[in-house]
Protein backbone atom coordinates (compact mmCIF):
# COMPACT_ATOMS: atom_id res chain seq x y z
CA UNK A 1 0.00 0.00 0.00
CA UNK A 2 1.34 3.60 -0.65
CA UNK A 3 2.13 6.03 1.78
CA UNK A 4 0.68 9.33 1.47
CA UNK A 5 -2.56 9.34 -0.20
CA UNK A 6 -4.39 12.59 -0.83
CA UNK A 7 -8.34 12.77 -1.10
CA UNK A 8 -9.95 14.05 -2.86
CA UNK A 9 -8.44 13.15 -6.18
CA UNK A 10 -9.61 16.36 -7.54
CA UNK A 11 -11.26 19.57 -6.05
CA UNK A 12 -13.22 22.73 -7.61
CA UNK A 13 -14.24 25.55 -5.57
CA UNK A 14 -15.05 29.10 -6.15
CA UNK A 15 -12.78 31.90 -5.58
CA UNK A 16 -13.00 33.24 -2.00
CA UNK A 17 -13.97 29.77 -0.75
CA UNK A 18 -12.05 27.58 1.66
CA UNK A 19 -10.19 24.18 0.35
CA UNK A 20 -10.02 21.10 2.24
CA UNK A 21 -7.23 18.62 1.11
CA UNK A 22 -6.84 15.16 3.67
CA UNK A 23 -3.61 12.99 3.61
CA UNK A 24 -3.52 9.50 5.36
CA UNK A 25 -0.74 6.97 5.30
CA UNK A 26 0.26 4.04 7.26
CA UNK A 27 3.54 4.31 8.90
CA UNK A 28 4.94 6.04 11.98
CA UNK A 29 6.54 9.26 10.51
CA UNK A 30 9.44 12.03 11.61
CA UNK A 31 7.48 14.46 9.85
CA UNK A 32 4.66 15.46 6.82
CA UNK A 33 4.91 17.92 4.34
CA UNK A 34 2.80 19.50 1.90
CA UNK A 35 3.68 20.66 -2.00
CA UNK A 36 2.39 22.41 -4.24
CA UNK A 37 2.99 21.71 -8.26
CA UNK A 38 1.80 23.73 -11.12
CA UNK A 39 1.71 22.91 -14.49
CA UNK A 40 3.88 19.33 -14.00
CA UNK A 41 6.77 20.95 -13.13
CA UNK A 42 9.01 21.59 -9.99
CA UNK A 43 7.15 21.15 -6.68
CA UNK A 44 7.51 24.01 -4.16
CA UNK A 45 7.46 23.16 -0.62
CA UNK A 46 4.55 24.59 1.33
CA UNK A 47 4.67 23.89 5.26
CA UNK A 48 6.21 21.16 7.11
CA UNK A 49 4.78 19.42 10.65
CA UNK A 50 6.27 17.54 13.01
CA UNK A 51 5.28 14.37 14.22
CA UNK A 52 5.18 16.17 18.26
CA UNK A 53 2.82 19.32 16.69
CA UNK A 54 -0.47 18.65 16.28
CA UNK A 55 -1.42 22.23 13.51
CA UNK A 56 0.94 25.21 11.70
CA UNK A 57 -0.16 28.16 10.03
CA UNK A 58 1.03 29.71 7.17
CA UNK A 59 -0.47 32.67 5.40
CA UNK A 60 -3.63 31.04 4.57
CA UNK A 61 -2.38 27.81 4.79
CA UNK A 62 -3.64 25.36 8.22
CA UNK A 63 -2.18 22.16 8.16
CA UNK A 64 -3.18 19.77 11.26
CA UNK A 65 -1.54 16.38 11.87
CA UNK A 66 -3.30 13.56 13.68
CA UNK A 67 -0.56 10.89 14.45
CA UNK A 68 -3.04 8.30 16.41
CA UNK A 69 -5.21 8.70 13.08
CA UNK A 70 -2.15 8.65 10.66
CA UNK A 71 -3.91 11.60 8.84
CA UNK A 72 -2.95 15.04 7.85
CA UNK A 73 -5.46 17.65 6.34
CA UNK A 74 -4.75 21.20 4.73
CA UNK A 75 -6.63 23.76 4.58
CA UNK A 76 -6.71 27.09 2.18
CA UNK A 77 -8.63 29.91 3.39
CA UNK A 78 -10.36 31.94 0.89
CA UNK A 79 -9.15 30.67 -2.03
CA UNK A 80 -7.59 32.56 -5.33
CA UNK A 81 -7.80 31.48 -8.61
CA UNK A 82 -3.89 31.62 -8.47
CA UNK A 83 -4.10 28.44 -6.11
CA UNK A 84 -5.06 26.12 -8.60
CA UNK A 85 -2.41 23.88 -8.69
CA UNK A 86 -1.82 19.98 -7.36
CA UNK A 87 -0.97 19.61 -3.51
CA UNK A 88 0.68 16.77 -2.45
CA UNK A 89 1.52 15.54 1.23
CA UNK A 90 4.44 13.79 1.42
CA UNK A 91 6.10 11.83 4.74
CA UNK A 92 9.39 11.91 6.07
CA UNK A 93 9.41 7.93 8.16
CA UNK A 94 10.90 7.89 11.44
CA UNK A 95 13.49 4.83 11.66
CA UNK A 96 16.51 4.32 9.04
CA UNK A 97 14.70 5.63 6.23
CA UNK A 98 15.70 8.64 4.88
CA UNK A 99 13.64 9.54 1.35
CA UNK A 100 10.28 11.17 1.81
CA UNK A 101 7.04 9.03 0.10
CA UNK A 102 5.04 11.22 -2.12
CA UNK A 103 1.08 11.24 -2.68
CA UNK A 104 -0.57 11.23 -5.69
CA UNK A 105 -1.86 14.14 -5.15
CA UNK A 106 -4.78 16.34 -4.91
CA UNK A 107 -5.74 18.67 -8.01
CA UNK A 108 -7.36 21.64 -7.02
CA UNK A 109 -8.78 24.47 -9.01
CA UNK A 110 -10.64 27.49 -7.86
CA UNK A 111 -12.83 29.24 -10.20
CA UNK A 112 -12.80 32.79 -10.82
CA UNK B 1 21.05 32.38 -3.71
CA UNK B 2 20.69 29.69 -6.64
CA UNK B 3 17.77 27.22 -6.49
CA UNK B 4 18.22 23.68 -7.96
CA UNK B 5 18.49 23.62 -11.48
CA UNK B 6 18.08 20.81 -14.30
CA UNK B 7 19.15 20.90 -17.87
CA UNK B 8 17.86 19.87 -20.35
CA UNK B 9 14.78 20.93 -20.14
CA UNK B 10 13.29 19.21 -22.30
CA UNK B 11 14.41 15.98 -24.11
CA UNK B 12 13.64 14.16 -26.90
CA UNK B 13 15.00 10.88 -28.08
CA UNK B 14 14.89 8.04 -30.43
CA UNK B 15 14.38 4.24 -28.81
CA UNK B 16 17.01 2.57 -28.20
CA UNK B 17 19.39 5.64 -27.34
CA UNK B 18 20.98 6.72 -24.22
CA UNK B 19 20.27 9.85 -22.45
CA UNK B 20 21.93 11.86 -19.32
CA UNK B 21 20.08 14.05 -17.38
CA UNK B 22 21.92 16.82 -15.17
CA UNK B 23 20.99 18.04 -11.63
CA UNK B 24 22.96 21.21 -10.08
CA UNK B 25 21.40 21.18 -6.43
CA UNK B 26 21.42 24.14 -3.60
CA UNK B 27 25.26 25.06 -2.93
CA UNK B 28 25.94 23.21 0.67
CA UNK B 29 22.93 20.74 0.27
CA UNK B 30 23.87 17.34 1.50
CA UNK B 31 20.72 15.20 0.42
CA UNK B 32 20.36 15.21 -3.84
CA UNK B 33 17.07 12.87 -5.06
CA UNK B 34 15.93 11.82 -8.24
CA UNK B 35 12.43 11.37 -8.93
CA UNK B 36 10.09 10.01 -11.94
CA UNK B 37 6.86 11.55 -12.37
CA UNK B 38 4.37 10.33 -15.40
CA UNK B 39 1.58 12.31 -16.71
CA UNK B 40 -0.88 12.95 -14.11
CA UNK B 41 0.63 10.91 -11.62
CA UNK B 42 2.31 11.30 -7.89
CA UNK B 43 6.16 10.94 -7.60
CA UNK B 44 8.13 7.97 -8.16
CA UNK B 45 11.08 7.65 -5.65
CA UNK B 46 14.11 6.64 -8.14
CA UNK B 47 17.48 6.93 -6.14
CA UNK B 48 18.83 9.41 -3.30
CA UNK B 49 22.03 10.84 -1.96
CA UNK B 50 23.66 11.96 1.08
CA UNK B 51 26.95 13.17 1.64
CA UNK B 52 29.51 10.65 0.95
CA UNK B 53 27.32 7.53 2.03
CA UNK B 54 26.75 4.70 -0.57
CA UNK B 55 23.40 5.70 -2.57
CA UNK B 56 20.11 4.44 -2.15
CA UNK B 57 18.72 2.87 -4.64
CA UNK B 58 16.33 1.13 -4.41
CA UNK B 59 13.80 2.95 -6.52
CA UNK B 60 16.00 2.59 -9.59
CA UNK B 61 13.14 0.63 -11.54
CA UNK B 62 15.80 -1.41 -13.71
CA UNK B 63 19.62 -2.02 -14.31
CA UNK B 64 19.00 0.74 -17.32
CA UNK B 65 18.91 3.69 -14.93
CA UNK B 66 21.90 4.85 -13.11
CA UNK B 67 23.02 7.61 -11.48
CA UNK B 68 26.07 9.05 -9.88
CA UNK B 69 27.36 12.62 -8.12
CA UNK B 70 30.13 13.99 -8.31
CA UNK B 71 32.06 15.90 -5.63
CA UNK B 72 28.83 15.72 -3.47
CA UNK B 73 27.54 18.41 -5.75
CA UNK B 74 26.21 17.53 -9.68
CA UNK B 75 24.67 14.58 -9.95
CA UNK B 76 23.80 12.99 -13.86
CA UNK B 77 20.78 10.19 -14.01
CA UNK B 78 21.88 8.26 -17.09
CA UNK B 79 19.19 5.82 -18.83
CA UNK B 80 20.55 3.08 -21.23
CA UNK B 81 18.37 1.91 -24.10
CA UNK B 82 15.53 4.17 -23.48
CA UNK B 83 12.35 2.97 -23.67
CA UNK B 84 8.66 4.62 -24.33
CA UNK B 85 7.88 3.90 -21.16
CA UNK B 86 10.95 5.54 -19.53
CA UNK B 87 8.99 9.20 -20.99
CA UNK B 88 8.25 11.18 -18.15
CA UNK B 89 9.75 14.28 -16.01
CA UNK B 90 12.07 13.54 -13.94
CA UNK B 91 12.54 15.93 -10.91
CA UNK B 92 15.58 16.62 -8.72
CA UNK B 93 15.83 17.59 -5.45
CA UNK B 94 17.83 18.87 -3.05
CA UNK B 95 17.53 19.57 0.96
CA UNK B 96 20.16 20.42 3.74
CA UNK B 97 19.63 17.14 5.66
CA UNK B 98 17.59 14.23 4.67
CA UNK B 99 13.85 14.08 5.65
CA UNK B 100 13.56 17.61 5.54
CA UNK B 101 12.71 20.07 2.63
CA UNK B 102 13.33 19.55 -0.13
CA UNK B 103 13.96 21.95 -2.79
CA UNK B 104 12.97 20.49 -6.50
CA UNK B 105 14.26 22.08 -9.46
CA UNK B 106 11.69 22.77 -12.86
CA UNK B 107 12.61 19.29 -14.22
CA UNK B 108 13.79 17.26 -17.25
CA UNK B 109 10.60 16.28 -19.60
CA UNK B 110 12.09 13.22 -21.38
CA UNK B 111 10.33 11.86 -24.29
CA UNK B 112 10.94 8.47 -25.78
CA UNK B 113 9.67 8.05 -29.50
Known amino acids: SQQGEEDPQALSIQEGENATMNCSYK?????LQWYRQNSGRGLVHLILIRSNEREKHSGRLRVTLDTSKKSSSLLITASRAADTASYFCATAPSGSARQLTFGSGTQLTVLP | GAGVSQSPSNKVTEKGKDVELRCDPISGHTALYWYRQSLGQGLEFLIY????????KSGLPSDRFSAERTGGSVSTLTIQRTQQEDSAVYLC???????????FGPGTRLLVL
Open chain 2, 93 to 103: ASSLFSRETQY
Open chain 2, 49 to 56: FQGNSAPD
Open chain 1, 27 to 31: TSINN
